[in-house]
Nanobody, 114 residues
């Protein structure tokens, strides 16, 4: 079993940047595929980006070229670098670990507003 804790959210102006972190504990981090998801008010949770154990990445079309997912297995952490943020990126961002079963963090709020 793995526990996940997101951090790095906050309020940022349009065009700004944030870096989210998701620290894992309780299991061997490197064996899990990791992902970032988000949920805006009144909307379903959606995929933002994923990274496999081998480092292969996948992005939602809406964030391609602006967001970058990465992982540091030595630090048991996955990151989401978010650049050129837009108001429509406002959401609660969740980290997920998967290996058969899925594990979710509690989420971190990102608000993009002037």
């Amino acid at each position: 079993q793995v526990q996940l804790a997101e951090s790095g959210g906050g309020l940022v102006q349009p065009g700004g940047s944030l870096r989210l972190s998701c620290a894992a504990s309780g299991s061997i981090f490197s064996i899990y595929n990791m992902g970032w998801y988000r949920q805006a008010p009144g909307k379903q949770r959606e995929l933002v980006a994923t990274i496999t154990t081998g480092g292969n990445t996948n992005y939602a079309d809406s964030v391609k070229g602006r967001f970058t997912i990465s992982r540091d297995n030595a630090k048991n952490t996955v990151y989401l670098q978010m650049n050129s943020l837009k108001p429509e990126d406002t959401a609660v961002y969740y980290c997920k670990a998967s290996r058969g079963r899925e594990y979710w963090g509690q989420g971190t709020q990102v608000t993009v507003s002037s």
